[in-house]
Structure formats: structure tokens, C-alpha cells
């Protein structure tokens, strides 16, 4: 018994990572620096991944409130704008998804998030973000995919 406990909590902690490779720092006064600081537009693009209409629509809007959350969206007066192409995505959406949960593999997205100041139209910062999500479907992997893009837009690493 003891062994199927440490099996389904390790299953349960492992149901959901992230991986965010910075390859461009975002400037910190870009971000967080004043009046004009901040982000005014998001834009997600994913056709080539096999991502769906309503997956690429979610993710853009779960980041708004990652950032809004973090007071980072300033859609009137904000600088920088977010351009996010989905790389990969792979949902499982079949039965055994439903039956095994967990055990039927992770759920997984990945991006390439450039963040563009407006006025320069010179790219500020780079990232590849992948997240991985066995346990949440479709809606839980767009919000963690979200949170893991947020974490590298507010340069909390």
C-alpha cells in the first residue's frame, strides 16, 4: 500500500512542469520603469502546431490575466507588445485520457514568446517556453502554459 501511495504522489507532483529558456533578457525598467512601461497588445499564433482556434484564444486570454494579475497589462499606455508562436502541442483528448488520467501521459505545448517595443519595433526579449500537464485537459495546460509565459514576461526567474 505504501508503495502505491509514493507511485500516485509522485505522478501527482510530476503531473505538471515547466520549462522557460530565455534566450533575451527583458530590461526590468521596460517592464516595470513607468508610465509607459508594461504590456499594451498580445498576439498568438499556433496554426502550424495543431493547436485549435479555441486552445490559441484561451492562452491569450488566460496571459492577459496572468499579467493583469500582476499589474503588467496596460493595453492604453503599455510599450511592449507580445508576440507568442505555439510550437508544438500534443492534448490527448481520448478515452484513456478519461479513464487513466495521469497514467495516459502528459498533455504538452510549447512556444517562442518575443516581447517587441512599439516604438523601436526592436525585439526586447526572447523565450521558449514548454509546459507539460498531465493531469488539467486543455484548460488547465492553456493556464499553467500561461502562468509559465507570465513568469519570464514579469522576469520573475
Given amino acids: 500500500m505504501k508503495q ?29 520603469g513607468g508610465e509607459n512601461s508594461g504590456y499594451s497588445a498580445i498576439s498568438v499564433w499556433g ?9 490559441i484564444n484561451k492562452l491569450s486570454r488566460d496571459l492577459s490575466q496572468h499579467l493583469a494579475d500582476r499589474s503588467l497589462l496596460h493595453k492604453e499606455t503599455g510599450t511592449l507588445k507580445v508576440v507568442i508562436e505555439l510550437t508544438a502541442f500534443k492534448v490527448d483528448t481520448s ?15 510549447s512556444s517562442t514568446i518575443e516581447v517587441i517595443n512599439t516604438k523601436t519595433k526592436e525585439v526586447v ?14 484548460e488547465g495546460l492553456s493556464w499553467l502554459h500561461a502562468d509559465d509565459i507570465a513568469i519570464f514576461l514579469s522576469a520573475e526567474e
Wanted: hydrophobic residues 45%; positive net charge.
Fill in 95 to 109: 478515452a484513456a485520457r478519461a479513464v487513466f488520467g495521469a497514467l495516459a501521459g502528459a498533455n504538452e505545448v
Fill in 4 to 32: 502505491i501511495l509514493i507511485i500516485f504522489l509522485s505522478i501527482f507532483l510530476g503531473a505538471c512542469t515547466g520549462k522557460i529558456e530565455v534566450s533575451k533578457p527583458i530590461p526590468k525598467d521596460l517592464i516595470t
Fill in 47 to 55: 496554426a502550424k502546431s495543431g493547436a485549435s482556434g479555441g486552445f
Fill in 125 to 138: 526579449g526572447k523565450s521558449n517556453v514548454s509546459t507539460s500537464d498531465s493531469l488539467g485537459g486543455m
